[in-house]
């Protein structure tokens, strides 16, 4: 495969996980308010719950925090820039 094909494909793909990563963030801060829940916010959850379910049966939420959230956050950014590195000469 092309280098610069493998580094636009690492590139695309390190942006879903970016965007995936700023829909992690939104639910969160709409779960801190909730004013502005609405039916949208079932669809939020559609999308990040079964990724953080996994990860809460091994991390229980301590004392009302979600670990969870915090570790697949940081997993997703370290995903993010292994995939940027491999596939790009940066």
């Known amino acids: 495969m092309d280098a610069g094909l493998t580094c636009e494909l ?3 793909t390190a942006r879903a996980i970016q965007l995936y990563t700023i829909i ?9 308010i909730p004013d502005i829940r609405g039916r949208w916010t079932d669809y939020l959850a559609m999308v990040v719950d079964p990724v953080l379910e996994p990860v809460r049966r091994i991390i229980p939420p301590v004392g009302g925090l979600d670990l969870s959230f915090l570790v ?19």
Do not use: D, E, K, P
Request: charged fraction near 5%; proline fraction near 0%; glycine fraction near 10%.
């Open 10 to 12: 690492g590139f695309g």
């Open 24 to 32: 992690m963030i939104v639910y969160a801060v709409v779960s801190w």
């Open 72 to 90: 697949v956050f940081i997993l997703l950014q370290f995903l993010g820039n292994l995939i940027l590195r491999s596939t790009c000469s940066y």
